[in-house]
């Protein structure tokens, strides 16, 4: 028996609606045991209870539109239903939720019950209960979101123990392809709704690749959709560069003549091999020349997934960490801005820069702490009022997330800036 646990992946937002989705669920399953607990005979309120409880079934002959709803917080008797179910939505739902926000993550998980259900019915009539379709969704929309991520996982068969798994590898694998497509044929007829499982597990793969692909959810350069935007950058790449005379030009620019692979055999001569960084280098350059911010944005991302410690000139890279920041890819923003600092630290721009990147930490991407620490670092610098308040204000806004004071030379600033001259 295999059965996830936990993730590695961590979060700063409380996820409060997947904390009560949980609690409803597992409320009104006891609900019926509450009501009639005391008496052998169930009781006016007992029976009232149940006969709601029935109603919120989906009736698969004769669906109300409310029961696609309602279903989802019902489940079948005993807790070893309740009981799976909650433990994944505990597992993957609290990280989806602090990522996608409160509200997006209850509607996405109510829509991801809604396909559930229009997928069961596609093909059975029989009733149905139950948040696994909902959990489904959740699921893959974890595996779109962070499939990098390790998940923590217990066995036990003759020894009990834990081991980690690689994402891809436990949903798309195990929970995906053995759980609900091979070992059902090999069990044979069961109460389970297989289809209503894959059914949500296709619309929280698709939904969140395409709420990532339309920048709804936050991007970073781990995300399904940037994976395979550098998975197909990689073959484009080689493919390009499988032509000899590609290669050339890229290590010597236009001065390259065509080569021949005629003559190459004839001579024995080894190809041109060509260094594609240099090449990705040029083409950045000729295109920030040609003011084609949007190319040479694509093109550095293509070049740092080559070479992630790589740094353009100076102002050819802060010209590229502007333009990422303007087309709202706020992880890659923060990335070269930081490769800036690092690299630049003395130019005129620096404090400008760490002023920008303190803000863009704050927010829009939630990191409180690094924000601070950017902030901090550049407001005994800022000579300019007005960014000066800027950063002050930002400066509250971290402090407050992370729950604590103001930093004394913060607020001592902020106080002297509302003090009279004297």
Known sequence: MFIPISTDTSFRRVPWVNYGLITANVSIHLLPMLVGSGSRAPSALAQTVNGWLELGVLDGSAPRLYQFITYQFLHAPGFAHLGGNMLFLWVFGNAVNAKMGQWCYLLFYLAGGVFAATGHGWYYNHSLVGASGSIAAVTTAYLALFPRSQITVLYWWFFIG???LPSMW?????????DNMLAPGMIGESNVAYNAHLAGYAF???ATAGLLAVHILPRDQYDIV????????????????????????????????PVSMDRLAESGEPA?????????RSRIAEALVRQDRDSAAELYERLIDMDPAHVLPRPQQLDVANQLYT????PQA??????????????AEADHVRLLLGIIYARDLEQHEVAEGHLLAVLGRLNDDKRRQQ??????????????????NAAESDSSQGQEPT
């Open 391 to 408: 950063c002050l204000h930002w400066l509250q806004v971290a402090s407050v997330a992370l729950g604590r004071p103001l930093p004394n």
């Open 170 to 178: 436990m949903i798309g694998a195990k929970l995906i392809l053995w």
């Open 334 to 347: 923060a990335a070269a801005y930081e490769r800036y600092l690092r690299h630049y630290s003395g130019s």
């Open 272 to 280: 041109v091999v060509s260094d594609p960084v240099s090449g990705l």
């Open 204 to 206: 929280g793969l698709a």
């Open 162 to 164: 834990t081991f980690q």
């Open 327 to 330: 087309l709202h890819r706020i």
């Open 226 to 257: 940037a994976l395979w935007r550098r998975g197909l950058q990689r073959r484009q790449m080689r493919s390009a560069m499988s032509d000899p005379t590609a290669e050339a030009r890229a290590r010597y620019g236009r001065v390259a003549r």
